[in-house]
């Protein structure tokens, strides 16, 4: 979305510092930059690096490349994909070091806590891809912006309260809520798996599920298997329950034998390991798992640091 560059204070109310950034430098190439804070574009502004006179457009995480960059990258990184043993991004590994110069880029990415060697590796390997990339033309840029302007809708799903409150946009009566039910093919409200025994209000979206009984009141249903519900506010996504109750609540894959209740802003869901038993973890709706990635939360066995490990090893060992 294009616009023009917003105060500090603005930047900070829209929280900014959270999305990727397109800029334009003083000769008007495009350049990114992943999550920002507004005293690094004020830096780079001093550095003329950034031009303010210029629109900037923030990312919505959505983009398209051509087919020949496409297979020029799959060969550039087959070895990569062939290992699967490292963590790579288009942001950090992709964008910025081919729309950045040297000097900004390891700068940014050392602030993050990269190593300058690692950083000018990076930087070195995209400078050589986007020299021998073969262009038909190499005066056009080779990153650019698609402006989808400011009346667009714009849902993001990138943390576990925006998920939660962009996706209960769908049982609202608004212009919005229309627009996102057509989206994702619901512009009309059925309920699959309907019976007398089970009370289903006009906001919820019930679909692929078979539940016995039970009430659902302003919520979203999507292939649940169970007994008896008391639902209300809450999201439930590939579940297989019993008797369950719960309010304002995100529940996904999970595999409940007994009755189960789940208090208010409670987010909790099942991993699969080569276990008997399904591993639960749990977190709640306004918790940051960014800030908890080292922490045992909720009565958790493990940290989401600990469960990315034993992720890995549980992948080798199916291999």
Excluded at 149 to 169: E, H, R, V
Aim: hydrophobic content about 30%; proline content about 3%; glycine content about 4%.
């Amino acid at each position: 979305m294009s616009r023009q560059l917003p105060s500090k204070k603005k930047w900070s109310s829209e929280g900014l510092d959270k999305y990727g950034l397109f800029a334009a430098d003083t000769n008007g190439e495009c350049c990114y930059l992943e999550k920002a804070s507004y005293s690094t574009v004020e830096k780079l502004i001093e550095k003329q690096k950034i031009d303010p006179q210029k629109n900037i457009a923030i990312s919505i995480g959505s983009f398209s490349i051509t087919t020949e960059m496409t297979e020029a990258l799959l060969k550039e990184f087959s070895q990569e994909l062939a290992d699967k043993i490292e963590i790579m991004n288009v942001e950090h590994s992709l964008w910025m070091p081919l729309s950045l110069d040297i000097e900004t880029y390891c700068g940014l990415m050392i602030a993050m806590g990269w190593s300058r060697e690692h950083s000018e590796n990076v930087y070195n390997r995209m400078a050589t891809f986007k020299d021998k990339y073969p262009r038909k033309d190499k005066n056009k840029p080779l990153i650019g912006v698609s402006d989808i302007g400011s009346d667009g809708y714009w849902w993001d799903y990138g943390t576990i309260k925006n998920y939660y409150n962009n996706i209960f946009k769908l049982t609202k009566s608004t212009d919005e809520a229309f627009a996102m039910r057509s989206f994702f093919c619901l512009s009309q409200r059925e309920n699959h798996g309907e019976n007398p025994q089970l009370q289903i209000d006009n906001k919820s979206i019930v679909l692929g599920s078979t539940i016995k009984s039970g009430t659902i009141k302003n919520s979203i249903i999507i292939d649940v298997e169970a007994d008896d519900v008391q639902f209300e506010d809450t999201l439930s996504i590939s579940c297989d329950l019993k008797n369950a109750a719960a309010q304002k609540s995100l529940l996904y894959n999970l595999e409940e034998k007994n009755d189960s209740y789940f208090t208010p802003s409670t987010v909790c869901a099942n991993l699969f390991f080569n276990w008997e038993e399904p591993l639960k973890i749990s977190t709640r709706l306004e918790r940051d798992g960014k800030n908890d990635w080292n922490l045992k939360v909720e009565n958790n066995r493990y940290s989401y640091e600990e469960l990315e490990k034993l992720n890995e090893i549980n992948s080798k060992k199916e291999k």
